[in-house]
């Protein structure tokens, strides 16, 4: 606070000194020295503030937040093979701390829904399995991380005759 009311006295002091006005030898004297003493400590706090501002930005960088996940995929399978490729649940534009997905529930086309409520943790570069229900053999989703991105995939699942589409839900965590 005291610096403040410095730095302030300095402005005053600066814009409201007479520009062409000799200096007294004593008063004058003490006064550029008061005056010295004052852009000392300005620059000192302008040092301080600079500090600050630079410890912000790398807090904000290594700062954790969070990309919510709540996505209904195509249909995997079914009379289409290339909808057996990857379905991305969501990106994220830097480093992944964790993501927390849950299956919420498995549609099978034309044949009904089947209420999951199963959860995993997807760790950097890392996948999880989460079992089918509905589907006409033993297969998982597979949830993974990959190129800033959370996907999912079906693993062993036959798609002879309907196709399987998942609802998840949760969230990504990312640092920049």
Same mark, same amino acid.
């Given at each position: 606070?005291?610096?403040?009311?410095?730095?302030?006295?300095?402005?005053?002091?600066?814009?409201?000194?007479?520009?062409?006005?000799?200096?007294?030898?004593?008063?004058?004297?003490?006064?550029?020295?008061?005056?010295? @003493?004052?852009?000392?400590? +300005?620059?000192?706090?302008?040092?301080? =503030?600079? $500090?600050?501002?630079?410890? !912000?930005? #790398?807090?904000?960088?290594?700062?954790?937040?969070?990309?919510?996940?709540?996505?209904?995929?195509?249909?995997?399978?079914?009379?289409?093979?290339?909808?057996? @490729?990857?379905?991305?649940? +969501?990106?994220?534009?830097?480093?992944? =701390?964790? $993501?927390?997905?849950?299956? !919420?529930? #498995?549609?099978?086309?034309?044949?009904?829904?089947?209420?999951?409520?199963?959860?995993?943790?997807?760790?950097?570069?890392?996948?999880?399995?989460?079992?089918?229900?509905?589907?006409?053999?033993?297969?998982?989703?597979?949830?993974?991380?990959? $190129?800033?991105?959370?996907? !999912?995939?079906?693993?062993?699942?036959?798609?002879?005759?309907?196709?399987?589409?998942?609802?998840?839900?949760?969230?990504?965590?990312?640092?920049?």
């Amino acid at each position: 606070m005291r610096l403040l009311v410095a730095a302030g006295m300095l402005l005053l002091l600066v814009s409201g000194a007479p520009a062409q006005t000799p200096p007294a030898a004593a008063g004058d004297a003490a006064r550029r020295a008061e005056i010295d @003493q004052l852009r000392r400590e +300005v620059d000192a706090l302008a040092k301080r =503030v600079d $500090a600050l501002t630079r410890a !912000v930005g #790398t807090m904000a960088n290594q700062m954790v937040t969070s990309v919510p996940i709540d996505l209904v995929t195509d249909y995997f399978g079914g009379g289409e093979p290339s909808s057996l @490729q990857p379905k991305v649940l +969501v990106n994220y534009p830097g480093n992944l =701390v964790s $993501a927390s997905v849950m299956l !919420v529930r #498995t549609e099978r086309e034309g044949a009904g829904n089947y209420v999951n409520g199963r959860s995993v943790v997807i760790s950097p570069g890392g996948s999880a399995l989460i079992p089918v229900e509905g589907a006409d053999v033993l297969c998982n989703w597979v949830v993974y991380d990959e $190129a800033n991105t959370i996907k !999912v995939r079906s693993d062993n699942c036959s798609y002879l005759a309907r196709g399987l589409r998942g609802h998840f839900t949760g969230a990504t965590y990312y640092r920049r």
